[in-house]
């Protein structure tokens, strides 16, 4: 109660005076305009929403932040979303960071995000950019912030999904890592399956990848395009479906390259269902097209028509789909 006193002044050290300004108009008024504001400005506001117990007035300003996110200021509005757990604002600068991976790291304000902040945006398996850039880009970061801990900070750069020569030419002069920590990703990159290391790969929630829009194509298979269009209602036995011949060692299949490595955990496929016939299948997905994982193995039942297919999300750049029964194999894929 120190204002009662005569003549008493009480600093407020951890806000501006613009920001403080808005939040005694707003509850004079219960009006304030948020569109004229600089971002900086905004997050403070949104700091004395949160401090001075302003939940209406913390939601709105979180949504307004949701509309103006660009590749310069993301990281600065992610870093105090994380701070005061505003998970829809969280949420949305995850996504906006996930799809714009390589612009965030090059951006000014990766370099001034928290150390919290950055660990919990590099450490993520769809912030898909190539780990040579996020080792750059954290090295930058450590020139800028010299009191943090470095060794640290560089643990969440994924060494074995490097390159030798990236691991040579790249990461060994920066002087940051030890040589038997250089070595070590060697030795786990030539001895484990290729589906084994950490990969990243892009994440799109609730949205068919497996499309045009999405840059995938058909690599095996016949009537590819069909497989792609997402008509699955207008197919008969002349058009609108692919297939795929049934051989004997059940290799000659259905191949979806998708437009990038994504994480995929649902895969819908539409079996042929114009007569009687039910198919038995599997489906593998690959980074490379040499080492496969089976994420589906329906190869001793009998299956019609619509098949919802879930599975442990993975990180793959191609889906392969075989038949193990007799005839021809008709399917769409819609999702």
Known sequence: MRESHPQAEIPLVDTTAAAFSMLLKYIYTGRVSLSNE??????????????????????????YLCTILNINNVCMVYDVASLYSLAK????????????????????????????????????????????????????????NPDETHPEILQAVRLPLMSLTELLNVVRPAALLSADTILDAIKI????????????GMLIPEENIATLKHGAQIITGELRASLLDGDTQNYDLDHGFSRHPIDDDCRSGICVK???????????????????????????????????????DHSKYLCRS????????????LALFLSEQSGIVRSRRAD
């Open 38 to 63: 600089k971002e900086e400005v905004l997050l403070d506001f949104l700091s004395l929403s949160n401090k001075y117990g302003f939940p209406e007035l913390e939601d709105a300003t979180s949504d």
């Open 306 to 317: 619509w098949q919802n297919l879930y599975f442990t999300p993975r990180v793959c750049s």
């Open 189 to 200: 990159r030539s001895e484990s399956r290729d589906m084994e290391l950490n990969y990243r």
């Open 89 to 144: 604002l969280s949420n949305t600068c995850c996504l906006y960071m996930d799809r714009s991976a390589k612009a965030v790291l090059t951006s000014d304000g990766f370099l001034t995000v928290s150390k919290a902040a950055l660990l919990s945006i590099v450490s993520r398996d769809s912030f898909a950019a190539p780990e040579k850039d996020i080792f750059l880009a954290l090295v930058n970061w450590c020139k800028r």
């Open 258 to 296: 998708l437009g990038q490595p994504s994480i995929i955990n649902h895969i819908r496929v539409l079996l042929w269902d114009r007569d009687s016939r039910s198919y038995s299948y599997y489906i593998e997905v690959s980074m490379d097209e040499l080492d496969w994982i089976r994420v589906i």
